[in-house]
Structure formats: structure tokens, C-alpha cells
């Protein structure tokens, strides 16, 4: 059900395939460092031993989206996903890694080369609020990038930013107006028209329908699997509603503090989760069975980006902790077709570990 | 942890125990320059002991007005202009503020969405905690620390100890909302409204905090107003759920019926919109259009402008239908419903 889909994504990525990704990620990885201040150089100087912190927001991530695919990103708060979504779309440079578009990487580039393939890659925000200048008119709002990229002449504005406008959904009169006069699920659909204003091929959409009802949520739903369609547009989208990724993307993937746990293709990842994160996960999902459940929780917070734990980042929750993943990182290996997991109990069976090696040969 | 009373009440048993806590008719109305905003229009429901009400609607749709109602912490322009709060047979609307200030916190509790809102920035936990105890009676102060100490092991907190001396900021946002449902819980109230109190977590978390909830209310016989939005999490914890729109409650019932059989045509949207409830892939089922403006509402029903099985009686406002069964019944606002009334079972 999933041709698209299967094509390995690639950690090692021994040959490349013959199509080459639409977007293409490879070892990404993004550090935020807290410099220090003069007080705290000033402090080192007298034996302080003040140190910089430095977040891994994202730590060597690989991606691979086809053309026409959707991937669902997961996870929680503080995982990396926003961070990676960012480095996908262009808007942070990567500290590690390289970004590629149709095979090409970005960084080689001319100046002029990449703003071309920039301009097909747009995003979509999760705050239709904060996301949108609260000072210009949807005309401006909506009208403004293509104008200044030469995709239209200025004269033509209204008349594009009209036919923009009658593709998500709202009245084309309505352009003039300024964002607070519109709802909540109206805001989303200015954002989608904006991003679609510069005709892009990828579309990043980050928690962009979290703020809304869920009958608008449904709506705006329905109008992303529309234009998906019409367009042949390709999406990267990050959610933390397992529900919402569930029913839209091809391909799934998990992260937890800046790694990735697992990937693979929807239906067979909902269907056996193999890492214990996202069992845990999937277990949390709200079903709308009308029956009393008992709520079995993961214990545990989720550990600070700071000071992540050792090993295994999921070791200190995990039902299935073993010394060694305290130890060392498990890495992301291939545990069937497309699909991947980062865990120890995927490596050839220990003593204690049988029960594992034998749920992941599904 | 002790609690009040061993003897579990039979939730889900057919004959209703005298309710705690009694809403009829409520109507609370913002008086704006704009107009009179009518965000509660005639609200009831019952809540008998230990029992778990969902009260689910979308933004706008005056569930948390409710909420604020009930604990009388409506502001103005706002005022509760009508209906019955009745908590153990006292009626609470209109009660003096000094009155009611002795009933909040005390007999009835909140919580909010954003734990923030009840936790003071500046005051360490222990003094937050203890200060909700000595406001309502007259114990020493090293009893009140002892009580904040049960609570918060009873919201399952670690190291209750170190945690009292410490501030909120040094909490992560799961162990804020424990602290303040622990403070709700401090007087054993009677009620306790929860206003979406998870909705600002994690998945992880947010299943820790209904454990919790569950655990609690179980053990305790605390009744619940659970408020949300999200009818998944409704699914698994409540006993009864009311639906509202647009300031009214639109269908109630126990949630098994609700969810299995809906009776509003709003309801079963709102049940089909959800995505998991859908095909993968395919098209959403989705409610057409938007919530109305509750300014100047249009006589009728609300919900009729998006309503696929509107009539012409829909232009007038269609009453509270009750189907025959165990009290309390199963009540529909609808000229149309989806399940026929003398058949419903």
C-alpha cells in the first residue's frame, strides 16, 4: 500500500536509489551553545568553572522524503521535532550535516541556485495567531512573496491573490481585511495560502492544525489531503496527535530528545510498535471506545534537553531497561522493510533480552 | 492516604445516590458594549458522589464559563443571571461573597488548564500548599504541612519532602499541574471542576495525570467536572458526558450510549470529525462551516445553519428531550435527533 514508502532511509545508505529524494536529510544535527557572558568568564578566570550549555536539539538525524510522500513527525514536547522541521525547510542551518534537494546539496550550490530551491520548500506555523503580521492585510500577507520572487507582476496581485485565496477555502473579498477579523481556522487557511502563493513543492507544516477545534481541525485536514492532490505537493508533518499522523502520513517518525527511535512505513509502525518509547506512546493514544480504561502511564518526566540521560535517552522510563542501555546509545538499524528502530533489544539476542529480539522479527 | 469514607460509590449502579451537586437551568450572560454575550443558556446536569462528568465542547461553547460559574468566579461583565447551583441541597447563586469564599477551594475545587494560574510564582510550594488548608480551618501550621505533604504523595510526587521547599519554577509543567491538583485536593472537597488539565501536556504525561485523576476520584469519592475538548480523553475517564454548543447543552448521557449511539446531530460530527474514527487517508467527515458568534445568536437552533438534518421546526429553539429510563436520564436538544425517542433503550 505504500510503494513510495519502502525506499531505505538511509543512515548508511549503501547505494543511492535511482530516483533521488525530493528532500533529503543526512546526519543533521543542531546544537544550540549558550555562550558565556563576562560574568562568567570573569568567574572562570577565578576557578568558577562555569561551562557553556549546549541543547542537542537534533543529534545526527537522517531523512529521506520521496517525492509526493508525507512523513509524520512524533514526539513530545522537547524532542527536536520543530528543530528538525526548521533545519528540513532551510529556516536553521544545520551545526552537522548536509541538506540535499533532488539530490543536489544545498550548500554547493550558487547563491542563486539555492534561493530557487529555497522558494520550493515554504512552511506552515502551528500559531495561525502569532504567525501572521497583525498589521498587514491578507492581500499583503498572501501577495507580497510572489511579487518580490517575480512569480507575478505587481498589477496582477489582486487577481492572484484571489485565485490563492479560492483554493483554501476562503472568499476572495474577504483580502482586504487584517488577520484578527478572522477565526482560528480561517488564520490557518491564510497561512496555507501563503505558503502555496510561491507554488512550492514541499510543504513543512509544524502542529499547524494543534490550535483548533477539532471540526475546523477536520476541515483543514481535509483541505491539506485536497491540495496535496491538486497540487502534487510533498509534506513533512510534525504533530504530536498520533491520531492526526496517523491519518495523513505514508511514513512515520518518532523522536525523543533529539534522536529518532523508530521509522517506518504508517501502518505497519501503528500496527507493531516495535521501540518501548513508542509502545508507550501508542498505549497513550485516546481511543474513542466508550469504555473505562485504566490508565497505565510511563513513569517518568521527560529528562531535560540539558542534560539528557546517558546511553539510551528513554533508558530511565523504560519498562525494558537494560544496564547496557545506560551505557552506550543503541543505534538506528533496519529491523524489516523501511522500517527502523533504535534500541538494544533489536540486536542479536543476550541473556534477559529474548522476549525483544523476538517482537521485533515481525 | 487517607480519604473520606472506604466505601467506593457505586458509579455506575441504576439507581442515582442524592447528587452533590445540582445545576438547573444555569444562564450566564456578559453584559459588553457590544451586546449581551449569552455564554451559559439554560446548563443542567447532576453530579452524584465519585462520579466523573465530561463536559465537552469546542471554544466558545461556554463549558469553562460553566466551570466558573459552579466555583462563582465570574467576572463582570459577566454575571450568572439565572438557574440553580445547588451544592448538597445549598443553593450557591447569590450566596454572600464571604459565604462563597468559605465554599471555594474548600467544599468545591479547580483546576485550570495552565497550572500557573493557581500557583503563585514567588511563594515556595510548602506556604501555597499549607496557606489553602489554614484559610479554610483551624489546624497548626505543622498539621497543614503534613496534609500538603499526604497530597502531594497522593498525586504521586516523589520526594515530597524537598519538593514543598521548592519553588514552581522548579517544577516541570506535569509536576505544576500535580502540585495544583494536590491543592485541590488539600480540603477533600466535594467537587472538583478540572478545566482542561491536560490539554497543555504531553501525551506521556497527560496519561500519568488521569491515572492520577482516575486513582483519585475512585478512592476519594470526589466528584469530577472534567472540561475539555477532546472527547478521547472523555472516552476513557468520564461516567456521564454533556455535550455543549453555543452556551447550551445540546445532549447528555452516559458515555457508552453517548459515544456508541449519538443522539444530536452535533455530537455525532464532532464524533466523525475525530481522525481515527475515519479511514487513513481518506477524507474527513467534517462538520461545514463555523461556530456562531454567541453575540446576537439567531433565534432557533444554534446548530442548525451547519446541520445536515435541519427541518423547517429548527427555526424555532428546540427544548430538552428526555428518553425513558434510569434517572439520570438521557436528555437531547433536538427536533431531529438520531435516535428515536420512545425507542431509545
Given at each position: 500500500m505504500n510503494a513510495t514508502g519502502i525506499a531505505p532511509d538511509g543512515t548508511q545508505a549503501p547505494q543511492p536509489p535511482a530516483v533521488p529524494a525530493l528532500v533529503e536529510l543526512k546526519g543533521v544535527s543542531k546544537r544550540f551553545v549558550k555562550t558565556?557572558?563576562?560574568?562568567?568568564?570573569?568567574?572562570?578566570?577565578?576557578?568558577?568553572?562555569?561551562?557553556?550549555?549546549?541543547?542537542?536539539?537534533?543529534?545526527?538525524?537522517?531523512?529521506?522524503?520521496?517525492?509526493?510522500?508525507?512523513?509524520?513527525?512524533?514526539?513530545?514536547?522537547?524532542?527536536?521535532?520543530?528543530?528538525?522541521?526548521?533545519?528540513?525547510?532551510?529556516?536553521?542551518?544545520?551545526?552537522?550535516?548536509?541538506?540535499?534537494?533532488?539530490?543536489?546539496?544545498l550548500a554547493d550550490?550558487?547563491?542563486?541556485?539555492?534561493?530557487?530551491?529555497?522558494?520550493?520548500?515554504q512552511m506552515i506555523f502551528q500559531d495561525p495567531y502569532a504567525s501572521l503580521n497583525p498589521r498587514m492585510r491578507v492581500l499583503d500577507l498572501v501577495g507580497e512573496a510572489p511579487v518580490v520572487h517575480g512569480i507575478i507582476a505587481p498589477r496582477?496581485?489582486?487577481?492572484?491573490?484571489?485565485?490563492?485565496?479560492?483554493?483554501?477555502?476562503?472568499?476572495p473579498t474577504l483580502m482586504r481585511?487584517?488577520?484578527?477579523?478572522?477565526?482560528?481556522?480561517?488564520?490557518?487557511?491564510?497561512?496555507?495560502?501563503?505558503?502555496?502563493?510561491?507554488?512550492?513543492?514541499?510543504?513543512?507544516?509544524?502542529?499547524?492544525?494543534?490550535?483548533?477545534?477539532?471540526s475546523i481541525q477536520a476541515q483543514v485536514l481535509n483541505l491539506f489531503m485536497d491540495l496535496r492532490e491538486a497540487l502534487d505537493l510533498t509534506y513533512l508533518f510534525i504533530s504530536h496527535d498520533l491520531g492526526v499522523v496517523q491519518h495523513m502520513s505514508d511514513r512515520v517518525m518518532v523522536m525523543y530528545l533529539g534522536r529518532v527511535v523508530e521509522s517506518g512505513p504508517t501502518p505497519e509502525l501503528f500496527a507493531r510498535p516495535g521501540h518501548p518509547y513508542t509502545q508507550a506512546l501508542l498505549a497513550e493514544v485516546g481511543r474513542?471506545?466508550?469504555?473505562?480504561?485504566?490508565?497505565?502511564?510511563?513513569?517518568?518526566?521527560?529528562?531535560?534537553?540539558?542534560?539528557?540521560?546517558?546511553?539510551?535517552?528513554?533508558?530511565?522510563?523504560?519498562?525494558?531497561?537494560?544496564?547496557?542501555?545506560?551505557?552506550?546509545?543503541?543505534?538506528?538499524?533496519?529491523?524489516?522493510?523501511?522500517?527502523?528502530?533504535?534500541?538494544?533489544?533489536?540486536?542479536?539476542?543476550?541473556?534477559?533480552?529474548?522476549?525483544?529480539?523476538?517482537?521485533?522479527?515481525? | 492516604m487517607s480519604v473520606v469514607g472506604a466505601a467506593g460509590p457505586a458509579v455506575c449502579a441504576g439507581v442515582a445516590p442524592a447528587p452533590v451537586l445540582e445545576v438547573s437551568g444555569l444562564r450566564?450572560?456578559?453584559?459588553?458594549?457590544?451586546?449581551?454575550?449569552?455564554?451559559?443558556?439554560?446548563?443542567?446536569?447532576?453530579?452524584?458522589?465519585?462520579?466523573?462528568?465530561?463536559?465537552?465542547?469546542?471554544?466558545?461553547s461556554g463549558k469553562s464559563i460553566t466551570g466558573y460559574s459552579i466555583i462563582g468566579l465570574v467576572d463582570p461583565p459577566g454575571r450568572v443571571v439565572g438557574g440553580s447551583i445547588r451544592l448538597h441541597g445549598r443553593e450557591l447563586t447569590g450566596l454572600p461573597a464571604e459565604e462563597m469564599r468559605q465554599i471555594r477551594g474548600n467544599r468545591v475545587a479547580m483546576i485550570f488548564q495552565d497550572p500557573m494560574m493557581t500557583l503563585n510564582p514567588v511563594l515556595r510550594i510548602d506556604r501555597q500548599m499549607t496557606e489553602a488548608v489554614l484559610a479554610h480551618e483551624a489546624v497548626g501550621k505543622r498539621a497543614a504541612l503534613a496534609r500538603a505533604r499526604e497530597a502531594l504523595v497522593a498525586?504521586?510526587?516523589?520526594?515530597?519532602?524537598?519538593?514543598?521547599?521548592?519553588?514552581?519554577?522548579?517544577?516541570?509543567?506535569?509536576?505544576?499541574?500535580?502540585?495544583?491538583?494536590?491543592?485541590?485536593?488539600?480540603?477533600?472537597?466535594?467537587?472538583?471542576?478540572?478545566?482542561?488539565p491536560t490539554t497543555a501536556l504531553d501525551v506521556t504525561i497527560q496519561g500519568q495525570i488521569l491515572f492520577e485523576m482516575q486513582k483519585l476520584a475512585r478512592e476519594t469519592g470526589t466528584a469530577l467536572v472534567w472540561i475539555t475538548h477532546d472527547l478521547s480523553v472523555i472516552a476513557g475517564l468520564a461516567d456521564r458526558v454533556c455535550v455543549m454548543y453555543a452556551g447550551r447543552v445540546v445532549e447528555s448521557g452516559s458515555c457508552g450510549e453517548l459515544l456508541s449511539r449519538p443522539a444530536h446531530p452535533y455530537t455525532r460530527g464532532l464524533l466523525d470529525s475525530v481522525p481515527s474514527r475515519n479511514p487513513r487517508r481518506a477524507?474527513?467527515?467534517?462538520?461545514?462551516?463555523?461556530?456562531?458568534?454567541?453575540?446576537?445568536?439567531?433565534?432557533?437552533?444554534?446548530?442548525?445553519?451547519?446541520?445536515?438534518?435541519a427541518i423547517g421546526r429548527c427555526a424555532e429553539a428546540p427544548g430538552i428531550t428526555r428518553y425513558p429510563g434510569p434517572v439520570p436520564a438521557r436528555v437531547v436538544r433536538c427536533h431531529a435527533p438520531l435516535v428515536p425517542i420512545d425507542g431509545a433503550a
Open positions: 558565556l557572558d563576562l560574568a562568567a568568564k570573569v568567574g572562570n578566570l577565578l576557578g568558577a568553572g562555569v561551562r557553556e550549555e549546549i541543547v542537542h536539539a537534533v543529534d545526527r538525524v537522517s531523512l529521506r522524503i520521496e517525492p509526493g510522500q508525507v512523513v509524520g513527525l512524533v514526539g513530545e514536547s522537547g524532542c527536536g521535532k520543530s528543530t528538525l522541521g526548521r533545519l528540513a525547510v532551510g529556516l536553521l542551518a544545520p551545526s552537522a550535516g548536509e541538506r540535499l534537494w533532488r539530490g543536489q546539496r550550490l550558487s547563491p542563486a541556485k539555492a534561493r530557487e530551491c529555497q522558494l520550493r520548500m496582477q496581485k489582486v487577481e492572484y491573490v484571489g485565485l490563492q485565496l479560492n483554493r483554501v477555502g476562503l472568499d481585511r487584517f488577520p484578527h477579523q478572522f477565526s482560528g481556522g480561517q488564520r490557518a487557511r491564510i497561512g496555507i495560502a501563503r505558503a502555496l502563493a510561491v507554488r512550492p513543492e514541499f510543504l513543512v507544516c509544524d502542529e499547524s492544525v494543534a490550535a483548533l477545534d477539532v474513542l471506545e466508550p469504555r473505562k480504561r485504566v490508565f497505565v502511564p510511563v513513569r517518568g518526566e521527560i529528562p531535560s534537553p540539558l542534560d539528557p540521560p546517558t546511553g539510551c535517552h528513554f533508558h530511565p522510563r523504560c519498562p525494558e531497561a537494560m544496564p547496557r542501555c545506560r551505557d552506550a546509545a543503541p543505534p538506528l538499524v533496519e529491523i524489516g522493510p523501511g522500517r527502523q528502530s533504535a534500541c538494544w533489544l533489536n540486536a542479536a539476542p543476550e541473556p534477559g533480552a529474548a522476549g525483544g529480539a523476538q517482537r521485533v522479527a515481525t | 450566564t450572560h456578559f453584559f459588553t458594549k457590544a451586546g449581551v454575550v449569552k455564554a451559559v443558556d439554560d446548563v443542567s446536569f447532576t453530579l452524584a458522589r465519585g462520579e466523573v462528568l465530561g463536559l465537552v465542547g469546542e471554544s466558545g498525586v504521586g510526587i516523589a520526594s515530597p519532602d524537598e519538593r514543598l521547599r521548592a519553588y514552581p519554577h522548579q517544577f516541570s509543567g506535569g509536576m505544576r499541574q500535580r502540585v495544583a491538583i494536590a491543592i485541590a485536593l488539600m480540603n477533600r472537597p466535594d467537587v472538583i471542576i478540572a478545566d482542561e477524507r474527513l467527515k467534517q462538520i461545514p462551516g463555523m461556530t456562531p458568534p454567541l453575540i446576537d445568536l439567531p433565534a432557533g437552533c444554534a446548530f442548525r445553519e451547519r446541520c445536515s438534518r
